[in-house]
């Protein structure tokens, strides 16, 4: 005969909820042990004579639960194997055996392995009396969360919300920064202890952001969040956008969104991505924010527009990023190793050579200038050529010689003016003179891009300057003379300096 173990729920609180056939189990076993004695059904088996050993300890003796839970299930197993076969362990536990008991879970999974017939014998959940005393029907659509491992992507707010294992004032202030980052702080909660247990039930009322300054939490505890199918609430979830672009262009939506195409909205996408790097120059954060979703509309409406052919949607277009983000950061969610960022960029550069020779590319076979987008703008173009050329010994030894470069373009540009050359011949020369620049940028660890957008900005800055001089005086710009305006330039240069 194999071994036999027997789990089996003590119900939410009430001992009058008992099932006959749990307590006839109880009585009958040879060995019973509890999860915790923290629980009100206890009373009733000292009651009734069953005599019992918790795992109290256990959650003294690790520093996570998780840790617990594996050590009550290892426990459990070699008792069970140490057993006489004709023998029966019974582990009870509060509630039924299948919410939110990860040792049940664990020795679902293992007991058959083990030789070891294992029995589930339900009980009264805490749901059951949350249904009951919260006042709501499930079947309107519902989600229970665990308090010690809940995030935002968990939250749905058109959902009724049970968050359980809200043990102490700890995992409720875990809670309650979850539920912020979606919940405004005046909304109101409900926490309830104790449901169904008389004498001990209390049901209290309070504003999201009090929730970790009430009293009471303990093994019985739970958050209750009712459903709520506002406007406001859904306005701040991903799926409400994905709503409200594919009704934009859909046949009662936008006519001007239903006629754009990828082409027609190519242009879009580079002036929004241009006004997003604006804010960041600016550091403006709260004009940021608008352009950042300026930016993604225009990501949401090419895919929408492939989601309507049947080719891909958004969520093809996170699931792809997801996996790549974590393929390409083997140091985060792998064995590598990455102390600094030269080294997380190496991993990723080699990740990525292995995602083409997966797919069937052989990098070695590409050009070493290969991966720079035909179409990024030519400065931020000729810094990334320059670097790729350089991976393969194909640089300037030092910057002295970038230098002596950039005086022997600008001399051909000079003669090329000087002898009235073709306009071609000049611009051609010019072309040179920049991505002679640009080495030199590199050089000194500058990106041109950037250093050239420094540049802009100061020039606007300075010209304001003698805008605003000038107007002071009572002075029309186009009467002012240059003299006039370098001066006051140079007055624009030392109070940067001041």
């Known amino acids: 005969m194999s071994a036999k173990l027997t789990v089996v729920g003590l119900g939410s609180g009430n001992p009058d909820r008992l099932t006959l056939g749990i307590v006839n189990k109880l009585r009958a076993a040879s060995k ?24 109290d300890g256990l959650y003294e ?24 076969a004709a023998a029966e362990i019974v582990y009870a536990v509060p509630g039924h055996p299948m919410v939110a008991e990860s040792a049940v879970s664990k020795l679902r999974l293992r007991c058959a392995d083990e030789g070891i017939d294992l029995t589930i014998l339900g009980g009264e959940s805490f749901l059951d009396e949350a249904f009951v005393r919260l006042g709501f029907d499930p079947i ?22 049970l968050i359980g294992q809200v043990y102490d004032t700890f995992t409720a202030s875990e809670a309650k920064l979850c539920l912020m980052e979606l919940y405004p702080p005046e909304y109101e909660v409900v926490v309830g202890h104790a449901l169904g247990v008389e004498g001990e039930e209390r049901i209290v009322r309070a504003p999201l952001y009090e929730l970790d300054r009430l009293e009471g939490y303990g093994n019985l505890s739970l958050i209750y969040i009712p459903a709520d199918r506002s406007e406001d609430l859904r306005n ?20 001007w969104d239903r006629e754009q195409t990828h082409d027609s909205l190519r242009k879009n996408l580079i002036e929004e991505t241009y006004e997003v790097l604006e804010t960041i120059d600016e550091d403006d954060p709260e004009h940021m924010k608008e352009e950042l979703g300026d930016l ?15 080719t891909f949607n958004v969520f093809d277009v996170i699931e792809g990023l997801n996996d790549k983000l974590v393929f390409r950061h083997p140091h985060v969610f792998g064995d590598k190793d990455a102390q600094d960022a030269e080294a997380a960029l190496q991993n990723w550069e080699g990740m990525k050579a292995e995602e083409k020779r997966r797919k069937g590319i052989k990098p070695e076979a590409d050009s070493a200038l290969s991966g720079v987008p035909r179409d990024l703008p030519a400065l931020m173009k000729a810094y990334k050529l320059q670097k790729k050329a350089s991976k393969v010994g194909f640089d300037w030894d030092n910057i002295g010689d970038v230098l002596a470069k950039i005086g022997e373009e600008l001399d051909e540009l000079r003669e090329a003016i000087d002898t009235g050359a073709p306009s071609e011949e000049q611009m051609s020369e010019l072309g040179d003179l ?3 620049a640009t080495n030199a940028a590199r050089f000194i660890g500058a990106d041109p891009e950037e250093a050239l957008t420094r540049t802009n900005r100061k020039f606007v800055e300075r010209f304001h300057y003698i805008e605003r001089r000038l107007k002071d005086k009572g002075i029309a710009l186009k009467d002012s003379s240059l003299e006039e305006m370098e001066a006051l330039w140079q007055e624009a240069k030392a109070e940067e300096r001041a």
């Open 32 to 55: 019973v042990y509890v999860r915790t004695k923290e629980h009100p059904a206890l009373k009733a088996l000292v009651e009734l004579g069953v005599e019992f050993q918790s795992f």
């Open 140 to 161: 309107e659509g519902f989600q229970l969360l665990d308090a010690s491992g809940i995030s935002r992507s968990q939250l749905r707010p058109e959902l009724h919300t």
């Open 61 to 84: 003796a690790y520093s996570s639960f998780p840790e617990v839970y594996e050590a009550i299930t290892v426990k459990l197993i070699e008792e069970a194997r140490l057993d006489d």
């Open 434 to 436: 920049l991505f002679a």
């Open 236 to 255: 701040r979830t991903f799926a409400r956008l994905h709503e409200i672009v594919g009704i934009l262009r859909s046949p009662e939506g936008c006519p």
């Open 296 to 310: 993604l509309l225009q990501i949401m409406l090419h895919s929408q527009m492939e989601e309507e052919v049947g």
